[in-house]
């Protein structure tokens, strides 16, 4: 019977209630498991009788968390315990992973008590618009959405490729981490423009080199004869000498100027000896 039922009893009987107690046991509790005196046991009026209640069996909690859902339920039925309140909380772990629990691992609840969990589950994003854009620009705006863009290999190379259409489509609810789906077109590159090849230079032949060559030796060693006629005074002439060491005639005669035979003048002379004079003049 429940304490109240024991103490209703006691006292109709002119006994007290004496000291309570309580002790784990399988019993629900509150419910009166031991009494000293026992029952009908003689004993004096007014006598007080200890009492022993029952408390829950209290066993040690044990861990659940970083386990799937199915592997917790599992543990702590083979404890004693049951799973109370599960609340979802959006996590990047996988969906279904036990995050917390309540009470915590390695205190003490009682047999059959409830353990409240919380699970993960995946985190919902909304799907960004990317068409339109280049793939590396679309690539930015899905990362960082947590979002995994997916292009076939042709263009996956190709960042100015343009983006015609995505999968699933823009706004729509999906779990972080989920891939969209990208087609994509690419942009064709103007054509490059070349700057003009030089003209060739066509290598003239050996004997136009040498004429050329030979040309320009005379021409300058006609420039350095004017310029050495122009810089170099012309030497005095000399004016012939005549030396008469003889007594001329009457009459025109030939004398030789003195100095180098060949290169003196002749020198005509003309007596006259009505005059008295002597004309001298090259011959």
Do not use: C
Not at 12 to 23: E, F, N, P, R, Y
Not at 38 to 49: F, Q
Not at 57 to 84: E, H, Y
Not at 226 to 252: F, N, Q
């Amino acid at each position: 019977m429940s304490l109240d039922d024991a103490r209703t009893t006691l006292l109709d009987a002119d006994l007290q209630v004496g000291q309570i107690t309580s002790a784990e046991s399988r019993y629900e509790p509150g419910t009166v498991i031991q009494q000293s005196p026992e029952a009908a046991t003689r004993v004096r009026r007014s006598t007080p009788v200890a009492l022993v209640i029952a408390n829950p069996i209290m066993i040690f909690v044990p861990p659940v968390t970083n386990r799937p859902m199915k592997d917790a339920r599992s543990i702590l039925s083979n404890a004693g315990l049951q799973i109370g309140t599960v609340t979802a909380v959006e996590s990047d772990n996988e969906p279904g992973i036990v995050l917390e629990q309540s009470p915590e691992a390695g205190s003490r609840a009682p047999r059959g008590s409830s353990v409240s969990l919380a699970v993960s589950t995946p985190r919902m994003v909304n799907v960004p618009p990317v068409v339109g854009l280049e793939l590396a620009a679309a690539r930015e705006v899905l990362e960082r959405s947590g979002l995994v863009p997916v292009t076939d290999a042709m263009h996956s190379q190709n960042d100015q490729a343009l983006v015609t259409s995505q999968n699933p489509e823009p706004s729509s609810t999906v779990r972080r981490g989920s891939s969209v789906v990208l087609t994509l077109r690419a942009v064709a590159e103007p054509p490059a423009i070349e700057p003009p090849s030089p003209p060739a230079l066509t290598p003239l032949p050996w004997t136009a080199i040498i004429t050329g060559a030979a040309a320009i030796t005379i021409l300058a060693g006609a420039l350095l004869f004017m310029r050495s006629i122009r810089t170099k005074p012309a030497p005095p002439a000399r004016e012939p000498h005549v030396s008469i060491r003889e007594k001329l005639d009457y009459g025109t005669q030939q004398v030789q100027a003195t100095g180098n035979p060949e290169k003196a003048p002749t020198i005509s002379i003309t007596v006259r000896a009505d005059q008295g004079d002597q004309e001298i003049r090259p011959s």
